[in-house]
Every structure is written in C-alpha cells, then in structure tokens.
C-alpha cells in the first residue's frame, strides 16, 4: 500500500509540474493551502478571518479586520465566527478578489475602548482601521476627538441648524465633545447673548406663523407687516423698520425671528446690509456671487452652484419667493434658509454633490433631489413646511429631521440603496406621508405616524428602520 501511495503521490507530483508553466500556483504546497506561516501571520493567499498577530480587529471589536500587518490581532481570535473580515491581504492566490468598501464615512464604524476606528482606504477599498486610543490635550485634534482643552466654538455652528442662537461653547476635559451649556437657545423667553429677542423680552406674546432667519412676513409686498414670529417669535410694535435704520417703511413692525433676530425682510423685502447685487429681485446668480444671496420677497430666482468645485453658503429664499437652487454636478451649497411661503427647489443629485445643513420654514415648500450619490445632511424640515425627498440610488445619504404637518402630504424616496436612516421623520396627525425604500441596501427614515396619520410603506428587499406607529397609521410591506 505503501508504493501505491507513493507512485500516486508521485504521478501527481510529476502532473503538477506539467501544470505549473501553464497555471501558476496550481501546485501550492500543502502549508500554503492549509495554514499561514510564521506562527499565525496570513500568507498573501491567507484566509479570511483567520486568527493572526498581523490582522486587523474583527468586526467584532469595532472594526473590521486590516490590511497586511499594518493592524494588531483582537483578542480571542478573530475567526470569521467572531465578525471577523477578510484582510485586503487575504485573496487566495491565483485570482483577484473584488474589493468592497465596508465603510463610507467615520460613523459607520463602531467604536470600542482603547480605540478609534477611522474609515479610510484601503488597499483599494474602505475600511475601519485602528489608529489607537486619542490622546486628549496633546496639542492636536486626533482621530475621534472633537477639539482640544480650551479650544472655544462659536454655538452656532453646532448641532442641527437652529438647534442654538449664540454664545460660545467650550470644550469638554475629554476633547469628545463640546459643552453647550453656556449656549443661547431661542423660545425660552431669556435675551441671551447673541439674541436680539426672545419671546416676553420684545413686549409682546407669542402667536401666528413661521419665523426665519429673515422671519415670517408678508407673501406680497415688502411694506406689510406680515405675520408675527414662530418658535419664540413675535411682532413687536416697539421695534420697527426705523429702528433698523431703513427709511423704507419706517413704521412697519419688525417680527422676532426663530432664531431670535429682528426680521428685516418686511421692510425692503431683502434683509438689513444686503447689497444691492445680493438682494436678487427677481434676478439669477451663479458660483461665489450666490453665497449670502438672498431672493426678495415675492420673486422668482434661479441659483446655480452647480459644477465641481463650486460651492454656495447662506442663501436665502425670502417670504413668498420662488427658487430654484442647483448644487448637482458635484457642487456644495450650504445653509440654505427657505423661508415662510417660499418655494424650494433643490438638486443635488450626483456624486459629490452637497445639500447639507438646508432649513425648510414652517409655510414653505421644499423639494429635495438628493438622488445618485447626492448628500443632504442636517435637513431642518419645521413642523408646518411640505418636503419631499429624493434619495435614490447608491451612496445617495439624506439625514437631519423633518416633521409633517396636518393636512401635508410628504414623500421618501431612499429605494435602489439609498441610505435615509439619519433623517428623522415625524408624520403628524392629519399629515399623510409615503415611504419607499425598495431594494438592498436602501433604508427608510426613522418615522414616527402620530395617531390620525398615514403612512405607507415600500420596503421589499429593503430595510423600514423599525417605524414607531399609531395604531392603524401604517401599512404597506
């Protein structure tokens, strides 16, 4: 039995040699196609999820498992049991392994003590990497921090739009966050800093409709006073137009806004120091002359951002206006404020195109086409404004909130994997909303059907994200 086994052995020997000129790697040794080398380190055929001191961490731990040796093993393995990844290094030989990304921004990967996983590429592909624990007040804002000790921020500029109206915020001794209890926020009827009034603080009370960073006014002519201001917001027959310095319609009332300003709007249909070129009656603007812009009350603009390497910040589309803004092509606009009555068309469909931090007043109407890799983050959607959203297709990511309102019919589009999970979306009573998030990788918002809402839902082969229903608001699949 013996040389039996031996002249097979060597039949097979001689076979592979015959082979081996025309298919390299077809005679792997034994070790190679068993086990890695070295005591546990992948050969560069090696196997996926197998443990190793070379390995990055599994998913289990955080991440998933890194390239060559650049990781270091997770405790207790790292089998593919375990969550663990095969390694950029760990395509069997002889072929090539298609490389998918695992990740797409740093909030797709999870975060365990003692480290921080960054999503960066990777032999060709996205991946959560390692780079160790932040070292808090050393000088530099590491990976996973958000700033250093004493470093200060402008309020403004932190979480939702709208969320604060002024102050400063510090940072925290641990340098994850910042501390926003010294921040200003708008409706609590205190004049704070940064504030030029809040509710009680202007003599009036509170009623009626939507303010804005140019308030709530009228939807016709710029002389009226419009209707008062919405979250804290007031008219106030103590601060007028006059007060403001503006002869043009001295005596109309100027309303607090929602972000606890004076609305200057009402009185020359563009806001306070808006220059001439800025303050688009009715007229177009294009790339840099765009940022600050705003559409006066009651026209028709069209605002064109669109393009790589384009970009737009702060426009504005006033009371009663109409606007059509393009960021798509790859282009970035940002803070965009369409106000009461106003309505908003916005593109920003295309990879590398941005909508981020857009806030849709109560009254307005907006139209977001987010679709094909397009981004609209941080989306303000008020309670009383109509949106729709488009963000369809592959890389397509929507998030921020959106409420709608009684008698508001709001459409979802996130199907073909499109990536909605971040915006959430509450249907209010008498509201009417519509989700569709059909096909893999798609995920639906985060709603929330208040009792006497509708909302239907198309999620086959896609993911709902678990919506929080009223007994009978929901259906669909």
Same mark, same amino acid.
């Given at each position: 039995?013996?040389?039996?086994?031996?002249?097979?052995?060597?039949?097979?020997?001689?076979?592979?040699?015959?082979?081996?000129? %025309?298919?390299?790697?077809?005679?792997?040794?034994?070790?190679?196609?068993?086990?890695?080398?070295?005591?546990?380190?992948?050969?560069?055929?090696?196997?996926? =999820?197998?443990?190793?001191?070379?390995?990055?961490? /599994? +998913?289990?731990?955080?991440?998933?498992? =890194?390239?060559? $040796?650049?990781?270091?093993?997770?405790?207790?393995?790292?089998?593919?049991?375990?969550?663990?990844?095969?390694?950029?290094?760990?395509?069997?030989?002889?072929?090539?392994? /298609?490389?998918?990304?695992?990740?797409?921004?740093?909030?797709?990967?999870?975060?365990?003590? &003692?480290?921080?996983?960054?999503?960066?590429?990777?032999?060709?592909?996205?991946?959560?990497? @390692?780079?160790?624990?932040?070292?808090? @007040?050393?000088?530099?804002?590491?990976?996973? !921090?958000?700033? !250093?000790?004493?470093?200060?921020?402008?309020?403004?500029?932190?979480?939702?739009?709208?969320?604060?109206?002024?102050?400063?915020?510090?940072?925290?001794? #641990?340098?994850?966050?910042?501390?926003?209890?010294?921040?200003?926020?708008?409706? *609590?009827? %205190?004049?704070?800093?940064?504030?030029?009034?809040?509710?009680?603080?202007?003599?009036?009370?509170?009623?009626?409709?939507?303010?804005?960073? =140019?308030?709530?006014?009228?939807?016709?002519?710029?002389?009226?006073?419009?209707?008062?201001?919405?979250?804290?917001?007031?008219?106030?027959?103590?601060?007028?137009?006059?007060?403001?310095?503006?002869?043009? #319609?001295?005596?109309?009332?100027?309303?607090?806004? @929602?972000?606890?300003?004076?609305? /200057?709007?009402?009185?020359?249909?563009? $806001?306070?120091?808006?220059?001439? &070129?800025?303050?688009?009656? &009715?007229?177009?603007?294009?790339?840099?002359?765009? *940022?600050?812009?705003?559409?006066?009350?009651?026209?028709?603009? @069209?605002?064109?951002?669109?393009?790589?390497?384009?970009?737009?910040?702060?426009?504005?589309?006033?009371?009663?206006?109409?606007?059509?803004?393009?960021? #798509?092509?790859?282009?970035?606009?940002?803070?965009?404020?369409?106000?009461?009555?106003?309505?908003?068309?916005?593109?920003?469909?295309?990879?590398?195109?941005?909508? *981020?931090?857009?806030?849709?007043?109560?009254?307005?109407?907006?139209?977001?086409?987010?679709?094909?890799?397009? +981004?609209?983050?941080?989306?303000?959607?008020?309670?009383?404004?109509?949106?729709?959203?488009?963000?369809?297709? &592959?890389?397509?990511?929507?998030?921020?909130?959106?409420?709608?309102?009684?008698?508001?019919?709001?459409?979802?589009?996130?199907?073909? $994997?499109?990536?909605?999970?971040?915006?959430?979306?509450?249907?209010?009573?008498?509201? $009417?909303?519509?989700?569709?998030?059909?096909?893999?990788?798609?995920?639906?918002?985060?709603?929330?059907?208040?009792?006497?809402?509708?909302?239907?839902?198309?999620?086959?082969?896609?993911?709902? +994200?678990?919506?929080?229903?009223?007994?009978?608001?929901? /259906?669909? #699949?």
């Amino acid at each position: 039995m013996k040389r039996i086994s031996r002249a097979v052995s060597i039949s097979v020997s001689l076979l592979c040699l015959a082979l081996s000129g %025309l298919l390299p790697g077809a005679c792997a040794s034994e070790e190679n196609a068993l086990g890695p080398a070295d005591g546990g380190a992948q050969s560069s055929g090696g196997r996926s =999820g197998s443990a190793s001191t070379s390995a990055g961490k /599994t +998913n289990a731990s955080g991440g998933s498992a =890194g390239a060559g $040796s650049a990781g270091k093993a997770n405790a207790g393995g790292g089998t593919k049991a375990q969550g663990g990844q095969p390694s950029a290094a760990g395509a069997p030989s002889g072929g090539t392994a /298609t490389l998918a990304d695992k990740c797409q921004i740093d909030a797709d990967c999870a975060q365990v003590t &003692g480290s921080c996983f960054v999503c960066e590429a990777v032999s060709g592909a996205k991946d959560c990497v @390692d780079h160790g624990a932040p070292v808090c @007040d050393n000088g530099k804002v590491d990976p996973c !921090e958000k700033c !250093e000790v004493g470093d200060t921020k402008a309020c403004t500029a932190l979480g939702n739009p709208g969320d604060f109206s002024g102050g400063t915020a510090t940072c925290k001794a #641990n340098c994850e966050d910042w501390d926003t209890s010294a921040c200003s926020v708008c409706g *609590n009827q %205190l004049l704070e800093p940064g504030e030029e009034c809040d509710g009680a603080d202007t003599g009036e009370s509170s009623a009626g409709g939507a303010g804005s960073s =140019g308030g709530a006014g009228s939807s016709g002519d710029a002389g009226s006073s419009g209707d008062t201001g919405g979250a804290g917001g007031v008219a106030s027959s103590s601060h007028t137009c006059g007060d403001e310095g503006i002869l043009e #319609n001295a005596n109309t009332p100027t309303p607090c806004t @929602d972000t606890c300003h004076f609305d /200057t709007t009402v009185c020359s249909g563009c $806001s306070k120091g808006i220059g001439v &070129g800025q303050c688009l009656a &009715g007229a177009d603007c294009a790339v840099s002359a765009c *940022n600050g812009a705003e559409c006066k009350v009651g026209t028709s603009c @069209d605002i064109d951002c669109s393009g790589g390497g384009n970009s737009c910040a702060d426009v504005q589309c006033n009371h009663g206006a109409t606007c059509t803004i393009k960021c #798509n092509s790859s282009g970035a606009c940002a803070g965009v404020v369409c106000d009461s009555g106003s309505t908003c068309a916005l593109d920003c469909s295309g990879g590398g195109s941005t909508c *981020n931090g857009t806030i849709c007043k109560a009254g307005a109407s907006c139209k977001f086409d987010c679709s094909t890799a397009g +981004n609209c983050k941080k989306v303000n959607c008020q309670p009383g404004a109509d949106c729709d959203f488009q963000c369809h297709g &592959g890389g397509s990511i929507c998030s921020g909130q959106a409420t709608c309102g009684e008698g508001k019919s709001c459409a979802f589009h996130c199907d073909s $994997s499109g990536n909605c999970a971040d915006l959430n979306v509450t249907c209010q009573q008498g509201s $009417s909303c519509s989700f569709s998030c059909a096909g893999g990788g798609s995920t639906c918002p985060k709603a929330t059907c208040e009792a006497g809402s509708t909302c239907t839902f198309d999620c086959t082969g896609g993911d709902c +994200n678990a919506p929080s229903c009223a007994d009978g608001t929901c /259906t669909g #699949n």
